[in-house]
């Protein structure tokens, strides 16, 4: 069946290191993933998405790459600060239809100061 | 705008109660979903709605209906509550972006208990 998983649970980071969160996904049919930060007692919030015709997109701090041929994903951050300490969500999805998406279990990223 | 709201903040019902937990949204999104988070876990979508007047299952629909009455509301009821629905519920929002990412908007969720 379908499934979105996470390499690890847990990451922890120096203040000021660079981050990598990573994202398995199973289903090839999936054209459209999402990377959401969540933190204690909120909902979700979208941090960055990439397309399946895309291998990499940058944000500001933030940059996710794709690489289809493993069915992989990943989140970096750049300059990690303590208020990047939150649980981290990939999710995947349809072009078609936005309102469907299938989230990882998740990876807490813990920024040491 | 005030973005997705979501009534109450926390619920705690006994077993066998009924309720209805509320989300509204002011930015004119076409798609909204609902989605429950359990301790430790991703979120996982139990209805979704792409417009008005149409809902469809999503993979834990069972235990909860909803209705799409307005673009604005999207209400998740729990006929017959029981213990395993004791979940963080979040509602969603989105509509198709004009460089073809489409984002969703999430709420801050309903904390709720049964007993």
């Known amino acids: 069946g379908e499934s979105v998983g996470l390499h690890l649970p847990t990451l922890s980071v120096q203040e000021g290191d660079n981050s990598i969160i990573n994202c398995a996904y199973s289903?090839?049919?999936?054209?459209?993933f999402i990377w959401y930060k969540q933190e204690s007692g909120k909902g979700p919030q979208f941090i960055i998405d990439?397309?399946?015709?895309?291998d990499k997109r940058q944000g500001q701090r933030v940059t996710v790459l794709l690489n289809k041929t493993v069915k992989h994903l990943s989140l970096q951050i750049a300059a990690t600060q303590p208020g990047d300490s939150a649980v981290y969500f990939c999710?995947?999805?349809?072009?078609?239809?936005?309102?469907?998406?299938?989230f990882g279990q998740g990876t807490t990223l813990q920024v040491k100061p | 705008n005030a973005g997705v709201t979501q009534t109450p903040k926390f619920q705690v019902l006994k077993t066998g109660q009924s309720m209805t937990l509320q989300c509204a949204q002011d930015?004119?999104?076409?798609?909204m979903s609902w989605y429950r988070q359990d301790p430790g876990m991703g979120l996982r979508l139990i209805h979704y709605?792409?417009?008005?007047?149409?809902?469809d299952q999503g993979e834990v629909p069972n235990g909860y209906n909803v209705s799409r009455s307005t673009t604005e509301d999207f209400p998740l009821r729990l006929l017959s509550a029981a213990p395993s629905q004791t979940s963080v519920y979040f509602c969603?929002?989105?509509?198709?972006?004009?460089?073809?990412?489409?984002?969703?908007?999430f709420g801050p969720g309903t904390r709720l208990l049964v007993l």
């Open positions: 709605s792409v417009g008005a007047g149409i809902t």
């Open positions: 969603a929002s989105s509509t198709p972006g004009t460089g073809g990412g489409e984002t969703q908007y």
């Open positions: 289903n090839s049919a999936s054209d459209y």
């Open positions: 930015m004119n999104h076409e798609y």
């Open positions: 990439i397309r399946s015709n895309m």
């Open positions: 999710a995947e999805g349809h072009s078609g239809n936005t309102g469907k998406l299938i």
